[in-house]
């Protein structure tokens, strides 16, 4: 089975924070997908990044990062110096050659920037 | 080029009443999926198609629930005798069969609620 585990269930911090939000999955593939989504009030889901099991290195895009590690079947998201229009709810989400096509997202984590 | 349509966007209807909601994928694109998404929650997989054949359905997909895509286009998806539990946001995604990633363009999502 597949699952995607986002403990942090809500975050609020002010803005110009550092701020991580954690994502941990579970998949028996060994090629797999990782995704992270925002979705804002709107309601619709705004792609952000996109990593594959082999390749483990760090990203950077912006004000945005993210950190995979395969040894510890974590796929973090960090926004540095966070500005409100940040506020959204982000899931992580997971798709394995072997289970199909579908996505399997975790809970998200509501994100909060207060200024 | 245009993303992923959804119509209608919103749909208020009275408990056992049938609904039907409508996706226009990105064009070219051979696969549609279609998710469910309850408040608090992540989107979750209810079924998709390939072209026009229905590959995948899971079991949330209960007897009341049914979806087409007959001419490998654009989908439906029928709600039959609805509940209040059938309350959510139901998103629909298209991908293309060339894309390795799995990567699934999202539409706006159509917000469904039962009173």
């Known amino acids: 089975a597949q699952k995607v585990t986002q403990a942090q269930t809500e975050i609020s911090v002010v803005e110009k924070e550092d701020v991580t939000l954690d994502c941990v999955y579970e998949?028996?593939?060994?090629?797999?997908?990782l995704f992270w989504y925002k979705q804002p009030p709107s309601g619709e889901l705004v792609f952000l990044i996109r990593?594959?099991?082999?390749?483990?290195q760090n990203e950077i895009s912006g004000r945005y990062s993210w950190n995979f590690q395969k040894s510890t079947s974590s796929f973090n998201f960090t926004i540095t110096a966070s500005q409100v229009v940040d506020s959204a709810v982000y899931f992580c989400?997971?798709?394995?050659?072997?289970?199909?096509?579908?996505?399997?997202f975790g809970a998200g984590t509501i994100l909060r920037v207060k200024s | 080029d245009t993303g992923v349509s959804q119509n209608p966007r919103h749909k208020i209807t009275k408990r056992g009443q049938n609904v039907t909601f409508r996706c226009d994928p990105i064009s070219e694109h051979n696969r549609l999926y279609w998710y469910r998404q309850t408040l608090g929650q992540g989107p979750e997989f209810l079924t998709y198609?390939?072209?026009?054949?229905?590959?995948?359905k899971s079991r949330l997909l209960s007897d009341r629930f049914s979806a087409e895509r007959p001419k490998g286009s654009f989908s439906t998806l029928e709600i039959q005798r609805t509940e209040q539990g059938d309350s959510a946001m139901y998103l629909c995604a298209s991908s293309s069969l060339r894309d390795s990633s799995y990567e699934q363009y999202f539409g706006p999502g159509t917000r469904l609620t039962v009173t």
């Open positions: 989400a997971l798709v394995g050659r072997g289970y199909g096509n579908k996505l399997v």
């Open positions: 990593r594959n099991s082999f390749d483990e």
């Open positions: 998949t028996r593939d060994t090629t797999y997908y």
């Open positions: 198609f390939q072209n026009e054949a229905q590959l995948e």
